[in-house]
């Protein structure tokens, strides 16, 4: 790493400044996974959620954290997302949350990914809450980036 490029010449916090970089089609995957138990997973199963449908409020809460990661990230840029989807794939005791998203512009979007990931999870665990207090969230990794000048990038496992 040659130059902090968070920090100005006096060693002040400021926006990397990205004008002069060429915008081209940036995406980015992430997930996490949040760990209900097979109790808790049966429950989920069998649709008897305290807080009714889990999983397309998860899936609005994912997006609407990817729209926002600038609003909770101090120095992200505010991008033009053009995708954002989340997805979630029940195992027997956890719940893999993977989310997708897209632009096309100077930087990548690898915290709006990150971003839609944890709200999602953060969400089911809200909606969860009631049903088990040892829940938790981990994993939360970036799985794979395309676009920019640091290239591609994908993860060698999943915990799917």
Same mark, same amino acid.
């Given at each position: 790493?040659?130059?902090?490029?968070?920090?100005?010449?006096? &060693?002040?916090?400021?926006?990397?400044?990205?004008?002069?970089?060429?915008? *081209?089609?940036?995406?980015?995957?992430?997930?996490?996974?949040?760990?209900?138990?097979?109790?808790?997973?049966? *429950?989920?199963?069998?649709?008897?959620?305290?807080?009714?449908?889990?999983?397309?409020?998860?899936?609005?809460?994912?997006?609407?954290?990817?729209?926002?990661?600038?609003?909770?990230?101090?120095?992200?840029?505010?991008?033009?997302? *053009?995708?954002?989807?989340?997805?979630?794939?029940?195992?027997?005791?956890?719940?893999?949350?993977?989310?997708?998203?897209? *632009?096309?512009?100077?930087? &990548?979007?690898?915290?709006?990914?990150?971003?839609?990931?944890?709200?999602?999870?953060?969400?089911?665990?809200?909606?969860?809450?009631?049903?088990?207090?040892?829940?938790?969230?981990?994993?939360?990794?970036?799985?794979?980036?395309?676009?920019?000048?640091? &290239?591609?990038?994908?993860?060698?496992?999943?915990?799917?």
């Amino acid at each position: 790493m040659s130059e902090l490029t968070h920090l100005d010449n006096e &060693g002040l916090p400021r926006m990397v400044d990205v004008s002069s970089k060429q915008e *081209t089609l940036r995406q980015a995957e992430a997930e996490a996974v949040l760990w209900v138990g097979s109790e808790v997973m049966k *429950t989920i199963r069998d649709g008897r959620t305290p807080k009714g449908n889990i999983f397309e409020t998860a899936r609005i809460a994912g997006v609407m954290g990817a729209k926002r990661t600038s609003d909770l990230i101090p120095l992200c840029h505010p991008l033009n997302i *053009t995708h954002a989807s989340v997805d979630m794939e029940l195992l027997d005791d956890r719940i893999v949350i993977h989310s997708s998203v897209r *632009t096309r512009g100077s930087t &990548g979007v690898e915290m709006e990914a990150l971003t839609a990931a944890s709200v999602a999870g953060l969400t089911l665990y809200d909606m969860l809450k009631a049903l088990s207090k040892e829940m938790r969230i981990d994993g939360l990794r970036l799985l794979a980036k395309s676009g920019g000048r640091s &290239g591609n990038y994908r993860a060698e496992t999943s915990h799917g």
